[in-house]
């Protein structure tokens, strides 16, 4: 099944949603999140490659390149993003897809940034045509070229920016233009987690929520999370609810697996 979800994200087919997440959820996922790469457990080999990445930047004093990742949903894109933030000491700006409806809403973002800033696009698949067109100068070239007036006194004026990093998130490789895929000097595609990397990852959790959780507690739940730390996390905070009503202290595989 994991390999049938991967093949359909891949080539852009709809996969089953997970269930809306309420607002105390969303909170709680923030105050979970991996604020480092030494907090961040699992995908070893793209962790390694951008720590390489981020130190070859800083070391020429450089923006990190543009980086596009993909992968299913809950799998570490967002944190990931705001890491290469926080490693590059970078401010980083955060918007999605569906939120730049015009050409109009990216140039406010774009000339709102300083150099070495981090612009991270969420849903990045779901850009307009009109706007993924505009982003293309602005990522080769930070500039951006915008027209003043229409007929034959149309001008074209160009724009520089500073330089800055694009952070792409999808969860769709196949809904992206290859001109704006190709404009990413780094891609990584991210996988699901094995159980033992869950099991690190609730224990981490279980911890920052004060919860007392035994190991094959952590690896019972981990099994039941679809290689997936969001909703690892998710099945976390409702056990911790059944163990506070039921007045339970320590979370074994018993209570668990209920």
């Given at each position: 099944m994991t390999e049938e979800i991967r093949q359909a994200l891949?080539?852009?087919?709809?996969?089953?949603?997970?269930?809306?997440?309420?607002?105390?959820?969303?909170?709680?996922?923030?105050?979970?999140?991996?604020?480092?790469?030494?907090?961040?457990?699992?995908?070893?080999e793209i962790v390694d490659n951008l720590k390489i990445?981020?130190?070859?930047?800083?070391?020429?004093?450089?923006?990190?390149?543009?980086?596009?990742?993909?992968?299913?949903?809950?799998?570490?894109?967002?944190?990931?993003?705001?890491?290469i933030a926080h490693e590059?000491?970078?401010?980083?700006?955060?918007?999605?897809g569906p939120?730049?409806?015009?050409?109009?809403?990216?140039?406010?973002?774009?000339?709102?940034?300083?150099?070495?800033?981090?612009l991270f696009i969420d849903e990045i698949h779901r850009l307009s045509k009109v706007v993924e067109e505009f982003l293309y100068p602005a990522m080769e070239n930070f500039q951006i070229d915008?027209?003043?007036?229409?007929?034959?006194?149309?001008?074209?004026?160009?724009?520089?920016?500073?330089p800055f990093s694009l952070v792409g998130a999808t969860t769709r490789t196949g809904l992206l233009a290859a001109p704006l895929r190709n404009r990413f000097g780094i891609f990584y595609n991210l996988d699901f987690y094995n159980v033992q990397d869950l099991s690190k990852i609730l224990k981490h959790s279980a911890k920052t929520l004060t919860m007392d959780i035994d190991d094959e507690a952590a690896e019972e739940i981990a099994r039941r999370a679809r290689g997936t730390p969001r909703i690892a996390n998710r099945l976390?905070?409702?056990?911790?609810?059944?163990?506070?009503?039921?007045k339970i202290k320590k979370i074994n595989e018993q209570v668990a697996s209920k």
């Open positions: 891949l080539k852009g087919a709809p996969v089953s949603a997970e269930p809306k997440e309420t607002e105390e959820d969303i909170v709680l996922n923030m105050s979970l999140r991996p604020k480092r790469f030494s907090e961040f457990i699992g995908q070893k990445s981020i130190q070859a930047a800083k070391q020429r004093k450089e923006p990190l390149e543009h980086v596009l990742l993909s992968g299913p949903p809950g799998l570490g894109k967002t944190s990931l993003s705001h890491i590059m000491s970078s401010k980083i700006t955060a918007t999605s939120a730049i409806e015009r050409a109009g809403d990216l140039i406010g973002i774009l000339t709102n940034l300083e150099k070495g800033d981090i915008f027209v003043i007036d229409k007929g034959p006194y149309a001008k074209t004026i160009k724009f520089n920016l500073k976390l905070r409702r056990i911790r609810d059944y163990a506070q009503v039921q």
